[in-house]
T-cell receptor, first 113, second 112 residues
Framework: DVKVTQSSRYLVKRTGEKVFLECVQD?????MFWYRQDPGLGLRLIYF???????EKGDIPEGYSVSREKKERFSLILESASTNQTSMYLC????????????FGPGTRLTVL | GEDVEQSLFLSVREGDSSVINCTYTDSSSTYLYWYKQEPGAGLQLLTYIFSNMDMKQDQRLTVLLNKKDKHLSLRIADTQTGDSAIYFCAESSTGGYNKLIFGAGTRLAVHP
């Protein structure tokens, strides 16, 4: 079974702090994704990566950056956390096969005070 | 642009059938997906349908696809309390890299 893990289930940070969210997958998937989930808005793509050291902006990249130094690990960085970044963050991975199923981690609920 | 729309809430009685509807805009999507999110958890893939199919059945789940109207539905037969969750419809993005476009999710509440 594909396993996608995220470093924390719950996180509380203060405004202005630098925040790291880590995601690890064990299926040797090429593609990895970071989403944020807000009620009534569904999932919005922040960034994705299709290979080590490669990244592409999603629909809402402002205020975020990412890092992919190893194939299995994809990090989301909030350079200076703000209260409007309080949200559920979901990581996913997928291979290059068809169908292009994405497998999700359990999510990190981040609260910025 | 690409967009996926779903109603936000559905309430059904235990034992009844549930039908969750979705409309999408990209007629070139190869696959369409249904994901389920239980409280406090990530999304899990329920089922998917290839765009050249009209229907797919998997135990209690039936997916219907109307390509002309760009309408996708998920029917859950004999709905149980364990089916209470948020259901997301998603379509393949034409942007490549296996990107998906998700709807806002439909919260299904099952009551006795």
């Amino acid at each position: 079974d594909v396993k996608v893990t995220q470093s924390s289930r719950y996180l509380v940070k203060r405004t202005g702090e630098k925040v790291f969210l880590e995601c690890v997958q064990d299926m040797d998937h090429e593609n990895m994704f970071w989403y944020r989930q807000d009620p009534g808005l569904g999932l919005r793509l922040i960034y994705f990566s299709y290979d080590v050291k490669m990244k592409e902006k999603g629909d809402i990249p402002e205020g975020y950056s990412v890092s992919r130094e190893k194939k299995e690990r994809f990090s989301l960085i909030l350079e200076s956390a703000s209260t409007n970044q309080t949200s559920m963050y979901l990581c996913a991975s997928s291979g290059q096969g068809v169908p292009d199923t994405q497998y999700f981690g359990p999510g990190t609920r981040l609260t910025v005070l | 642009g690409e967009d996926v729309e779903q109603s936000l809430f559905l309430s059904v009685r235990e034992g009844d059938s549930s039908v969750i509807n979705c409309t999408y805009t990209d007629s070139s999507s190869t696959y369409l997906y249904w994901y389920k999110q239980e409280p406090g958890a990530g999304l899990q893939l329920l089922t998917y349908i290839f765009s050249n199919m009209d229907m797919k059945q998997d135990q209690r789940l039936t997916v219907l696809l109307n390509k002309k109207d760009k309408h996708l539905s998920l029917r859950i037969a004999d709905t149980q309390t364990g089916d209470s969750a948020i259901y997301f419809c998603a379509e393949s993005s034409t942007g490549g890299y296996n990107k998906l476009i998700f709807g806002a999710g439909t919260r299904l509440a099952v009551h006795p």
